[in-house]
């Protein structure tokens, strides 16, 4: 089986996220588009990323990411760094010709955000902003059941991404620092649910809306706040905050339709809420399970009603990955390019701006 | 025991409500502050006007509304009528010194809202905005819960209000005709949710949204969206639709504090969802099932767990303006009055400018 | 419109639910089947059956049932009183010749019911008992799914009835003195689940189970347990209990077939979960609020989702048995007659028996 | 650090459920009380036992069992074949001096169950039976709720195991075959089920119930009914059935105790519903998801909110036995042991005799 070298930037969160992601991809997406070998990791911290090299079985660890962009058994990139740190080795790494994952959000603002895109995309590599709600079997289900026309024609979307781990001023994390994270709840949880509405409903053409910081002494947002326009004519809301107490991973979205409605609760994930206006006197949404054997992933996993987790989003989005780079690309687009990342920094700035200049903001894309 | 005559006008939808209301509230709520004593009913049709007199058991049914006005021995006017029919009947009646109800809207827009609530303020009579929803045990508990400072500093409203049974092009009502409706979703369910919000969390400060029309040649709008800030610094988002399908009166919010949040959905209206920042172990939402013999209301009603319907809404509301008038006023804040009535209007209209002309619209209410 | 005149054994609980149902029957089941005009009310307590007669209407009040007999305008005798009580004034009023409610259990234990059954049904009246969760709009629509044959062949149903009033041992109500109620928790919510079982799955042909009492001193059940089978070949079980904490009146059911299954909660009576095995990819429980213009009882109430409560089950029963007095019988066999509160206790009886001798109990029902 | 070398037996089901596990804990539950080495793996047909060595990384394939016994690199033996295999290969991994896990049923029936337990506990060597359910987080906080005293004195544990998989006669797999399996939706799921009951709520005293075959021609049962009493005074029903259509994996169980109640269904796995009698105004069940930095196993994986799935609990599963090999016992007595194994089997037993002879069975378990 052909195999393919990963060099992992950041061993915290997303680092473990990710590493436990390829280590499963060996057996459980089996066999492997390409098998993930783990190479190098790097991080600031010595004893951490040396720990994290011993734990997940990267052969080494590094202090200096350069070293993986020059480690020629390297041949996927994986950016799994604070936001500051996304520009520079993504596009290092694709101008070493690797293939590159970076996560979200792209850059910490749309110029950013454009500016990787744009110099990876020339590199010709293939490219993956971390956009692993995707790759839900719930969110897959339903973008599936959207483009077979299930739904009819779309009336409004409404996502809310609700959390509310920062609800402590003295916590003290690179999230909270302007330079580090461009932004708060926008860039952190906001990119997911604009990414969101773009996977199911298409592309935004306007927003209204604000973002806010809630606590004292907060350089970026604690929440934003939007109603919107799709291109598809359809309207609706979206929301991001890191501040909505009892809500501990509610990635909520509900789309209505001229046939039918779908509904999502990340916290449930392994859950749709789908109505059909069929006629039927015993009406209302059904409590999907998304786990037969005809639903997304599931040829992977285990028999129906037995449930995956969050961490197996990762599983799918990058075996997803392995699977457009030994395919060259051939694959069905439901993963997040950079170009995808790009535009949700776009439609992110945007509701900064309206918030800023109490406009509507009409959506206009680089290209 | 003390008596009130009751004038209705409208025998359908709020005519039948609202007398039930009357006749249960001579037995639910025991004593009554004032015994209803069902007069007259008016309405267009004589045939439907004259079945509803037998029916809930008027001493007569008229044509006429002017007929009520006129009555000396109805000293309470309560206008179920449509909305076009909202400000002549109750500014006559309350200049002929009879108290009034009057549906929602109050008026078709915030000038014909303002018109009426000075009016009938200038003559002394007491005056209440049918929000029903106000008298929903469950949200009267939110309301004491907030009150009492349980939540903490406010930092997030969001309410939505989805309905799905306007999908139909041919339906032909009063409540798709400009003249008579004033509006869309925006008035019919759009206010209930403006008016829950305030009743929660204080004033709007501004909005920035738009109102939309799905159906080909319908004239009034099917949906409005808006992002919100509140007075208190608090922000979030505001929804009212008619073309959700699948939602059949899914009034539903959440309110975020610094201490809790709470959540709500009409169509489980006996349930209120609860949240406590504790510290407990076992963390997360309680379903309250509100019915426990120290919750609002229910000393009316049945023991714990035995759920009353949207119907016993209006026996709470109406016993409220009985109680109202019985004490001059002497009752806690909790109706809807018409400056309220006044107010979801003036925000109603914001949102309809806010989509015309792209900008977020500060509110100032008139006095 | 013809009338009826109602004679009421009872001011408590029960006596004001049915008063409630008497009174919203004149108006909310339009036009009903005949008036019911509110007599007379029995009960010891004088003040409290005087204000009962005021409150709620009737004509006079009485500290001795006897003169309900007595009184030739009542024609429909309801027997709202403690379990002590249910035979001799039912049997009197019947003799009498007055139509008769019957609350539940309908006799202390299986002999007295059915002593109570075959002296009523010799006079040739007749009579209804109060298992009121037959008439809830999602237990009608069960059954008219079941007996469309939606379900397939019958397997298995589960049933139980939660409360937790009970828990409290200084409590002193005649629920617990074994002469006046006869049983525990079997009589009081084990009948009601046993109603359904039969109500929805047919007869029940064995039991195998116990009764149970908890709290110290206390000389009645506190629960009840039991493995069923019935006579259709479905095997499931049963339960009764004032002691879950936690459960407010949660009458829960589950009934699953070859072609699919139906769950209930009475806490959330407005909704029931239907599964069917229909092959669609989208397969899971529907949520059905059932309050559709279609739905059994819907055309009495309000636009679809605007839900009903506890004490609208006793309009339906007692339309419905003014339907049967009305027509001589001529209408679907939707009630309990007291034949059903007869066998309801001959289970009940058989779940102590096999508690008692440790035996499987067969059951054979007198007729 | 110390490694472990793991024969396993099985590579479908079972098989890739607990090789996963393996894979899972050398990062996951890190650092790992000992490093599973996957050795060899044994299975009936040769070329996929040879792919499943492959995708799980075992250095070696075979089609006898045997030489796992015989392979002194090997220090842990995992039983995961079909329940006719359990006893021999398992005694015989023991007797070799191997610390041995075995999936449940431990036997086939209680004597087989007995004798599996009595000849390995002769060994010496550390025992496990495979009721994964016992470390599902919200499970195992149940247990420290319980054990804690926070629901009090015990009254009541329901549980019920439904499953719809066993609906179509066609299927044919050694499930369905008595000498394979011994027993069919009892050996199943009845023995989690009852294994949870134990778990939690301690030693069941009596059982009066049936099993119940109701696929024409098939030789085991489709489900199990039994009213039961605990040794500690609780009373209860337990049930498992493969015939509840609509229910994929719904593993429900709910306990009340004199202080509070708990409720779970592995369908939603991370969820506890927790209730408690603490006299707070807003009273009922709060949906705690289970994945707080303080709560069970929740140490090794991801922030709050980002939830687990079914195939994590083996993780868990499996590293408590490698700690309780690394530690010679001394762990919290967590998992469960043959003799666990075994008295599942005992009350198992006892609910077939049950149904066989019409009585209430006392439970004895042998030592």
């Not at 202090?63 to 962009?69: A, C, K, Q, S, V």
């Not at 058994?73 to 799994?80: K, P, Q, S, V």
Request: aromatic letters at 10%.
């Amino acid at each position: 089986m052909a195999e393919i070298g990963v060099g992992m930037l950041g061993y915290a969160f997303m680092g473990k996220a990710h590493s436990n992601a390829f280590k499963k991809i060996s057996y459980i997406t089996w066999p492997p588009p390409l098998e993930p070998k783990l190479i190098g990791i790097a991080g600031r911290d010595p004893g951490a990323v040396a720990e994290a090299a011993e734990r997940y079985g990267y052969e080494y660890a590094t202090g200096d990411w350069h070293e993986l962009i020059v480690d020629e058994r390297i041949g996927l990139f994986d950016n799994g760094g604070p936001n500051s740190l996304h520009a520079e080795p993504t596009i290092a790494a694709a101008q070493a010709g690797k293939h590159v994952v970076c996560e979200k959000p792209l850059g910490r603002d749309a110029d950013e955000s454009y500016e990787i895109w744009k110099r990876v995309e020339a590199t010709g590599v293939k490219h993956l902003c971390g956009f692993n709600y995707r790759f839900v079997p719930a969110v897959r289900l339903a973008r599936e059941l959207i483009a077979a026309g299930e739904l009819g024609e779309i009336r409004h979307f409404r996502g809310r991404y609700l959390q509310d781990w920062a609800d402590d001023p003295s916590l003290d994390t690179w999230r909270f620092a302007p330079e580090d994270a461009g932004s708060g709840a926008l860039g952190d949880i906001g990119t997911h649910v604009i990414d969101l509405a773009r996977f199911l409903n298409g592309e935004i053409a306007s927003v209204s809306g604000l973002a806010k910081t809630f606590v004292a002494g907060r350089k970026v947002d604690d929440a934003i706040e939007a109603a919107v326009e799709f291109e598809n004519g359809s309207v609706g809301t979206l929301e991001g905050t890191r501040l909505a107490l009892g809500r501990r991973n509610a990635l909520q979205w509900e789309i209505n339709g001229s046939q039918g409605s779908l509904a999502f609760d990340m916290e449930r994930m392994n859950e749709l809420q789908v109505f059909r206006a069929d006629g039927d006197r015993a009406r209302g949404f059904k409590t999907v399970l998304v786990s037969e054997a005809d639903h997304p992933f599931w040829q992977y996993w285990w028999p129906p009603g037995h449930i995956i987790g969050w961490g197996d989003t990762f599983v799918h989005e990058l075996h997803h990955m392995l699977d457009v780079i030994a395919s060259d690309g051939d694959v069905a687009p439901y993963g997040a390019t950079f170009e995808d990342g790009y535009r949700a920094s776009e439609v992110g700035d945007a509701i900064i701006r309206s918030g800023e200049n109490g406009e509507r903001v009409r959506l206009s894309y680089r290209t």
